[in-house]
């Protein structure tokens, strides 16, 4: 086991954690307990403190049990968009002993069907703009009943900043006699029955991306959830007075633990936006005094690009970070010009239900995944040998946890081969090569898949990524391996300038300068400039998608 990041732990913090054995609804009994009046959540003017939080997911959990049928380990699709009705029925879910399905809002008809079937959902929790994407489907899966969120029923008239269409739409009225409308839930004011679940329970079922395949379903119990939900609390220093914005979508493992879970265990406050807005972004830091943010990397490229940010008043943050893809070392350096504040990369999977690796607070590297977290064994190996390598050696991530899954649903022999034992302890395979240096903090090089073979040299995209964000011009880039009748691959980016600097500089002028910072083999042979770059619901930027478009073009 690595131990020589000890030395950099952040004080004050203990290098292990006591994950609690209870449930993750158990948390917002105790924070609603403790903090009845407390504001829970703020959506677009709207608010609901911790006793009507737990009042609303107690009365949705009893009517799915008493009406819809509800048992334990029952898989429930939740299907919305960013909402206080997103948190309460997560929390319902749990509360009813049942298992919550995160899923992106994103998924077209065709990939919720797929999903569906996959955990043989009957109930769903579905956003009213949604609903007709996932109405074909009661007819030809297990999906039974499905309840209808509006999201409006939760904000301000008097709100005076911009609202998402979705937000501000009126009810809709749908003729389907197996629609459940959210309020006449609510107001029913039924009770559930005893809590039975424990630690050792599932609890959310978070599919993987399906980037390298198709999607899996990665079990996770009420443990693994608790073990990061308590580990992000601990690292970022949250207590019951931290205010969190929340423009991460809560589908995903990371804006689901940082955003979501870690505020509610410590009784925290959630300022929710649905969709990102850098200039809503700032106004709520300023009018709430947000002290904790975790995001991607393009939410900080575009919050730092706002000509307008020097008007607000961000100083009460206090921790910024997040994973998805490695910060740029020029926009870190710029984030603390402007804020006083270090990023803090984190890195995590699916698979692991957010982090496993955190960047110390006090101490981070810039393009760094950090260093182990509480009670993980992090360790790079030969991809092919399995042999475990040392400092500066690239191999694949394996990682050992407690909040690492059961394994894939319904999956045995993916489940398998995701599994490695080393020292008589289970690893998880990342996919990932990385590297870790002296100090044991770990370097995320790329995905084992993504390696570009430019003449035989080895080429790592987000490396070239990192280097063209160097240059004063380039908002943002993404580099793929494009075929190449010479070189079998060659290096293209794809390129978003800054405003001001379209149509005075050239995509020959960003080569010759990549020539100067970047070896030969390296650098990108040809640029083109584009509007935008396909991003998936969390911000990752899809390459896979523009490689794809590059080969079949080459094909044709």
Request: include cysteine; proline fraction near 6%; charged fraction near 20%.
């Amino acid at each position: 086991m690595i131990a020589r990041h000890y030395e950099f732990w952040p004080k004050r913090i203990g290098r292990s954690l006591s994950v609690p054995k209870t449930s993750i609804y158990d948390n917002l009994e105790v924070s609603a307990r403790r903090y009845p009046d407390k504001t829970a959540i703020h959506y677009y003017g709207g608010s609901v403190t911790y006793r009507r939080f737990q009042e609303e997911v107690e009365g949705m959990a009893g009517f799915m049990q008493s009406k819809l049928g509800v048992v334990t380990g029952d898989r429930i699709l939740l299907y919305m968009q960013n909402s206080p009705q997103y948190i309460i029925a997560y929390y319902a879910i749990l509360r009813a002993n049942a298992v919550v399905v995160p899923m992106n809002p994103m998924n077209v008809t065709t990939e919720l069907e797929f999903y569906i079937k996959d955990c043989e959902a009957k109930v769903a929790f579905v956003g009213q703009e949604l609903y007709d994407r996932i109405a074909p489907l009661q007819k030809v899966t297990s999906l039974q009943h499905v309840i209808i969120a509006v999201y409006s029923d939760y904000v301000s008239s008097e709100f005076d900043f911009e609202v998402p269409p979705e937000v501000s739409s009126p009810r809709q009225v749908f003729e389907n006699a197996k629609i459940i409308d959210w309020q006449d839930i609510i107001s029913s004011g039924m009770k559930p029955g005893p809590l039975t679940v424990t630690d050792r329970d599932m609890a959310v079922l978070s599919f993987t991306s399906g980037t390298t395949g198709t999607p899996k379903g990665c079990i996770h119990t009420h443990g693994t959830v608790n073990s990061n939900t308590v580990g992000a609390s601990a690292w970022f220093t949250m207590t019951a007075n931290a205010i969190s914005l929340t423009t991460l979508p809560l589908f995903h493992v990371t804006g689901m633990q940082h955003s979501m879970n870690a505020p509610v265990f410590v009784g925290g406050t959630i300022v929710l936006l649905m969709r990102w807005n850098r200039d809503l972004a700032a106004s709520l830091v300023e009018r709430y005094g947000c002290t904790h943010w975790i995001n991607i990397a393009t939410m900080v490229i575009d919050f730092l690009a706002n000509p307008k940010l020097t008007d607000y008043t961000l100083d009460t943050l206090t921790a910024v970070g997040g994973g998805g893809a490695p910060l740029p070392e020029a926009v870190g350096e710029k984030l603390f010009q402007l804020l006083g504040v270090r990023y803090a990369e984190g890195y995590g999977m699916s698979e692991t239900i957010s982090q496993t690796h955190f960047n110390p607070p006090d101490r981070p590297k810039l393009q760094c995944i950090g260093i182990p977290s509480f009670d993980v064994d992090a360790r790079i190996i030969d991809a092919d040998t399995l042999q475990e390598l040392g400092p500066g050696e690239q191999g694949e991530l394996v990682v050992n946890g407690p909040q690492v899954m059961t394994g894939y649903w319904n999956r045995p022999e993916e489940t398998e081969t995701a599994f490695i034992t080393l020292s008589g302890k289970q690893f998880l395979r990342t996919g990932d090569i990385s590297v870790f240096d002296e100090e044991g903090y770990f370097f995320i090089i790329d995905r084992i898949k993504r390696m570009i073979n430019a003449a035989g040299f080895k080429v790592w995209p987000t490396e070239v990524e990192s280097k063209l964000f160097n240059h004063p011009s380039i908002k943002q880039a993404c580099v793929i391996g494009v075929p190449d009748a010479k070189r079998g691959e060659t290096v293209k980016a794809f390129v978003i300038l800054h405003e001001p600097e379209r149509g005075k500089v050239t995509e020959e002028e960003i080569i010759e300068w990549a020539k100067g910072v970047m070896s030969a083999y390296k650098y990108p042979r040809i640029v083109q400039f584009v509007d935008s770059l396909p991003m998936s619901a969390t911000g990752k930027l899809l390459w896979r998608q523009l490689q794809e478009e590059e080969r079949e073009r080459a094909r044709i």
